[in-house]
Nanobody
Framework: VQLVESGGGLVQPGGSQKLSCVVS????????MAWHRQAPGKQRELVAT???????VYANSVQGRFTISRDNAKNSVYLQMTDLKPEDTAVYYC??????????????WGQGTQVTVSS
């Protein structure tokens, strides 16, 4: 199973950016999916989570500015980020809890994509 993120880059404060993550491999089903971030010198933190039926949870720091969504047909999860702030600068990672075709259930990480918010 592989997770590949895309959509990172440089964005000005107040701007918007959309991250995408595609899950591929021997997938039977994908349970919860999430976005995390890690800023330099800080621990990785959970940004947003979405479960299979669409329920979402957000970190207080991004509530009202970020929106997580998923497309089950495409095995994909997205993070729409608006009103970006310099403190949102971080490497963003997607994660997925996957049931594989052999029946095992494991947690997987993507490789990360850099988001830099700066003027």
């Amino acid at each position: 199973v592989q997770l590949v993120e895309s959509g990172g880059g440089l964005v000005q404060p107040g701007g918007s950016q959309k991250l995408s993550c595609v899950v591929s491999g021997s997938i039977f089903s994908i349970l919860d999916m999430a976005w995390h971030r890690q800023a330099p010198g800080k621990q990785r933190e959970l940004v947003a989570t979405i479960v299979g039926y669409g329920s979402t949870v957000y970190a207080n720091s991004v509530q009202g500015r970020f929106t997580i969504s998923r497309d089950n047909a495409k095995n994909s999860v997205y993070l729409q980020m608006t009103d970006l702030k310099p403190e949102d600068t971080a490497v963003y990672y997607c994660s997925a809890r996957v049931v594989t075709r052999d029946g095992s259930r494991d947690f997987y990480w993507g490789q990360g994509t850099q988001v830099t918010v700066s003027s």
